[in-house]
């Protein structure tokens, strides 16, 4: 922590109670920090994520896509893995 954060820590202790809600308040409209844009955040990723599956979905269902068997897509993974040096972890029941 620097010094000038230490400081207005130091400050905002000093504060009455309404007087630090306030200002926390005000912080939270001046640099966006409300709960709400989190939540809209969430949401929006969220509904991303849900066109994502449904465009996917109709590619499947129009057959634009080729799909893969386990086997074929293991082989992929492991060329990859293969490729890059790098050891894959594999979990097998």
Same mark, same amino acid.
């Given at each position: 922590?620097?010094?000038? +954060?230490?400081?207005?820590?130091? /400050? %905002? =202790?000093? &504060? *009455?109670? =309404?007087?630090?809600? $306030?200002?926390?308040?005000?912080?939270?409209?001046?640099?966006? &920090?409300?709960?709400?844009?989190? *939540?809209?955040?969430? /949401?929006? %990723?969220?509904? $991303?994520?849900? /066109?994502?599956?449904?465009?996917? +979905?109709?590619? %499947?269902?129009?057959?634009? +896509?080729? &799909?893969?068997?386990?086997?074929?897509?293991?082989?992929?993974?492991? /060329? +990859?893995? *293969?490729?890059?040096? %790098?050891?894959?972890?594999?979990?097998?029941?």
């Amino acid at each position: 922590m620097t010094a000038t +954060v230490k400081h207005i820590k130091k /400050a %905002i =202790d000093s &504060l *009455a109670p =309404d007087e630090a809600r $306030e200002l926390f308040q005000e912080l939270r409209r001046d640099f966006k &920090l409300t709960e709400d844009d989190q *939540a809209d955040k969430e /949401a929006s %990723i969220e509904a $991303e994520w849900d /066109a994502e599956i449904d465009t996917r +979905v109709k590619e %499947i269902e129009n057959g634009t +896509v080729q &799909l893969l068997t386990a086997e074929e897509s293991e082989r992929r993974s492991d /060329a +990859v893995f *293969a490729r890059l040096g %790098i050891e894959r972890p594999v979990y097998r029941p």
